[in-house]
């Protein structure tokens, strides 16, 4: 079986359609993010917008999607790479359990989806997650997925934990809780391994923070992840700090979302 | 043959066709007994998924573009979506002039519950003439606006169930879940 299994070449069946980053990026409306779109001020997701409810949906099929992405790239980190050449065992079987936790994530998405009443594959489908989970060094990818993505997907479960509460929806609302430990746990992982193999190699630990800011940049358009009141998604500094960040850590991606916002608004 | 004017007649930002929009408005229009002529237009910067009635005689509809759109490809016109969207704005038109409708306040002084629980009994009767449907969605909606509860379904499953309520009955539905 070859290592770096290609995005284009993910399994999918014909309910799923694939977006490709051009086409995202190149909607002159503005990319989809966060159940709605770029190009509008989106207001923070809350149950009172007039299209709260589908904007949730929307998100919601965001997240599972990234779920089954993350599912796959962690499978990959598992079968991509030997060990004691490249990774330690422990690293694989951190991997193994993430695998495990985002294969229940998918089935609670599905549920989830099937309780807001959308179909699988009812929006398009973005590899960004995916393509994040192809870098060839094992700590570039645990760098950019598992503190920068899943690091991202706190701060999403967090808020939609948050709309199934303002609904006084309990379904959304445990659901997200619970898929909420686990991402936590994933980004601990991704910090913790950060600093271990890192340990005498600065200048690795340099280019996989780096990278990091890549993949938070990506997912920074128009700030719509930050501290503000009426940001869409809202930075969660209390599970990221539980998750290894530190406080430094947690301004820079503030700042870089602050200033991403000054950018759009200009 | 009901005559659509749909504006604008070509489009920049997304891959939308004047006319087959016009076929498909006219195709719901005249499933619902409508014979008049129909102004659409469309505001094709916003992926937004609003629409609204800004004239009721003559009939003319305001949407946001994404209200049109096929969600699994963006920017791509989406058939059923549309259907779903223009049936809703036309059942509300033919409920306002039934005579069942004469209490309704104006469109922009409804809430948010007023309307999920008018839009639940448009979409069910679309869904029985095979026009729109998507149960699922509109109980979410409604469940957003009228609470997660049984009392809420029960209200549900009546207005999607009804084939002529009056504005009365869809106000009392609505409201008996505000006080359970």
Known sequence: ?266 | MTQVSVTPESFEMVFYDAAVIGEVVAEVAERLGFEETITLEIDERSPLGRSKITSYDPIELWVDGGALENTKRPRQFGTARARDTIGRLLLRILDRRSGRFNETPDDDELDLMQFAAWDVHCVGRLERLGIGGQRQRRLYQFRNRHGFSDVADAAFEQLWDSSELSWTEIERISGDCRTA
């Open chain 1, 1 to 266: 079986m070859r290592k770096i299994f290609p995005a284009e070449e993910l399994a999918r069946d014909g309910r799923f359609i694939r977006q490709t980053n051009e086409q995202r990026m190149g909607d002159p409306r503005g990319a989809r993010i966060a159940g709605g779109n770029s190009g509008d001020r989106l207001a923070k997701l809350t149950p009172e917008l007039a299209n709260g409810p589908d904007r949730a949906r929307a998100l919601m099929h965001g997240i599972f999607v990234g779920e089954i992405q993350a599912l796959e790239g962690a499978g990959r980190t598992c079968w991509d790479f030997e060990v004691g050449e490249d990774v330690p065992l422990e690293l694989k079987l951190d991997m193994a359990r993430q695998c495990w936790d985002e294969a229940r994530h998918c089935e609670i998405s599905v549920a989830l989806a099937e309780h807001m009443g959308t179909e699988l594959g009812e929006y398009a489908e973005n590899a960004l997650l995916y393509e994040a989970a192809c870098n060839p060094d094992p700590v570039l990818r645990l760098t950019g997925v598992n503190r920068a993505l899943e690091g991202l997907a706190i701060d999403v479960f967090n808020t939609m934990k948050e709309f199934g509460n303002m609904a006084g929806d309990p379904v959304l609302e445990f659901c997200e809780d619970w898929m909420l430990a686990d991402e936590v746990t994933h980004v601990k992982m991704g910090s913790d391994w950060l600093r271990r193999l890192t340990e005498n190699d600065k200048e690795r630990l340099d280019k996989a923070l780096e990278f990091q800011k890549v993949v938070d940049r990506l997912f920074s358009f128009n700030g719509f992840r930050g501290e503000e009141d009426d940001s869409p998604i809202q930075l969660t500094r209390r599970f990221r700090e539980l998750a290894g960040f530190s406080d430094d850590e947690i301004d820079e991606i503030a700042d870089m979302s602050r200033e991403a916002r000054v950018e759009a608004s200009s």
